[in-house]
């Protein structure tokens, strides 16, 4: 079978590749559905070596039908460049943090501007109730807030399942799941992520909350909708469904450090916002009010738009750990200024950033939610809602290239 040029071949080969990822670093490879015999040829060879990877990388790359209309070869492509660029770090090649992060991600990253997180500041002052307040007296509001924010610990597993069923209603009205899809959640502790879906294939996933860290009412919402519905989950199972089942098996793999991933962040960091629209707070606020926890949507909302102000702060302290150097007191001190955050929150936040497989991946966050953000704004101009916009993420093997022609004028 052959489709837009691509043949079976060599798809098999890309997940061959990718499959082989995972023998140099244990969880490369997110998810993967595909031919189990494929995942048990690569666990039983040798370790590949990281310079034979990027050659099969770049070969495959090369021997690609070349049409620029052919949005299959295109993605493909895209992955094969991403991971030739993991195979050559895996190989201890020297490759600056701006190029990395392109290769992988399909960006160009630069710096935030400081006056913008200022500006944050000044409405996050007014939104907390202490306009004009700074530095450490703003750092004090914002903790008291956030304090008052957190969950009970007793009440975070119920909240979840209950958020979980509303959300799962919402999206199965406007995007049929499969039957038989599940999702399980657990609790963990010792990671540096907040929460992580586990695909398991077959439609099922299990969805890891990070206890280490409080659970906040203003957040708690967003990361089931991010994790699950209309989320990862969701964006698994229809492509599962629908791209992997007409026979498109290179998206049987899921590959970290690939454009996949800064698509399916930017996807599942509008979700919320797609399943129950830019009033969710009030949602959320009811379905607090039932386990007796209050909760203030037009606080929360006057919160969230200010901190939104602060999206890059992150990326910049990658860019000053990875591209210039700084060390990691200093980059925590960055942290703890602009986010407003405690020194053992900057730290969590250095350990993700410092992750050998992690350390680009605030970008798929950062640069995922305002691509998207900019293609979704684009729904009234295509004539179709932002929910049935966001339809195509979930459904269609879109990339950043792809995103970035549409936005174009």
């Keep these: 079978m052959t489709s837009g040029g691509v043949t079976d071949e060599a798809v098999t080969e890309y997940l061959r590749l990718g499959l082989a990822f995972d023998r140099i670093e244990e969880g490369f490879v997110d998810a993967y559905t595909g031919d189990p015999a494929l995942r048990a040829e690569s666990e039983n060879l040798p370790a590949p070596e990281p310079t034979e990877l990027a050659a099969r990388a ?21 992955h094969l460049r991403a991971l030739e ?31 913008e997180y200022r500006r944050a500041h000044a409405d996050l002052a007014v939104a907390l109730g202490v306009p004009g307040a700074t530095g450490e007296t703003l750092r004090e509001a914002y903790l008291a807030y956030r304090r008052a924010d957190e969950i009970p610990a007793a009440l ?40 992580f879906n586990y695909y398991l294939g077959d439609y099922r996933s299990r969805v ?23 989320g990862h989950h969701t964006e698994h199972c229809r492509k599962e469904q629908r791209l992997v089942g007409a026979g498109l098996d290179e998206h049987s793999i899921f590959l970290v450090n690939t454009p996949q991933c800064l698509m399916a962040e930017g996807l599942a960091d509008h979700a919320l916002a797609a399943a129950k629209g830019d009033g969710w707070q009030e949602w959320a606020a009811e379905i ?3 386990f007796g926890l209050r909760f203030d949507a037009e606080r929360a909302r006057a919160v969230s738009a200010a901190t939104a102000g602060l999206l890059r702060v992150r990326q910049d302290a990658a860019l000053a750990l990875h591209d210039r150097g700084a060390d990691a007191d200093e980059v925590a001190a960055f942290l703890q200024r602009w986010l407003l955050v405690p020194p053992e929150r900057a730290r969590q936040m250095l350990r ?58």
Excluded: K
């Excluded at 195979?87 to 701006?98: C, D, L, N, P, Y």
């Excluded at 990070?210 to 209309?230: C, K, M, V």
């Excluded at 350390?359 to 932002?386: F, H, K, N, Q």
């Design 58 to 78: 770049r070969s495959l790359r090369r021997d690609l039908p070349s049409d620029p209309d052919d949005d299959r070869s295109a993605f493909l492509r895209a």
């Design 85 to 115: 660029c993991s195979a050559r770090r895996f190989a201890g090649h020297e490759i600056g943090f701006v190029d990395e992060v392109d290769a992988y991600f399909d960006v160009r990253i630069a710096p935030g501007d400081e006056e």
């Design 156 to 195: 975070v597993s119920p909240l979840i399942s209950e958020f979980a069923g509303s959300l799962r209603e919402t999206v199965r009205r406007e995007f049929p799941l499969p039957d038989g899809e599940l999702v399980d959640f657990e609790v963990v502790g010792d990671r540096p992520w907040s929460g």
């Design 208 to 230: 890891a909350v990070n206890t280490d860290l409080p659970q906040y009412r203003s957040s708690l919402p967003g990361l089931i909708a991010h994790e699950a519905y209309p």
């Design 288 to 290: 607090y009010a039932d």
């Design 352 to 409: 993700f950033l410092t992750s050998p497989l992690w350390r680009a991946y605030i970008s798929t966050y950062v640069e995922g939610y305002a691509l998207l953000g900019t293609w979704l704004d684009g729904a009234a101009a295509a004539a179709s809602s932002r929910l049935t916009r966001f339809g195509r993420l979930l459904d269609e093997p879109l990339t950043p290239a792809l995103l970035r022609a549409e936005c174009a004028p």
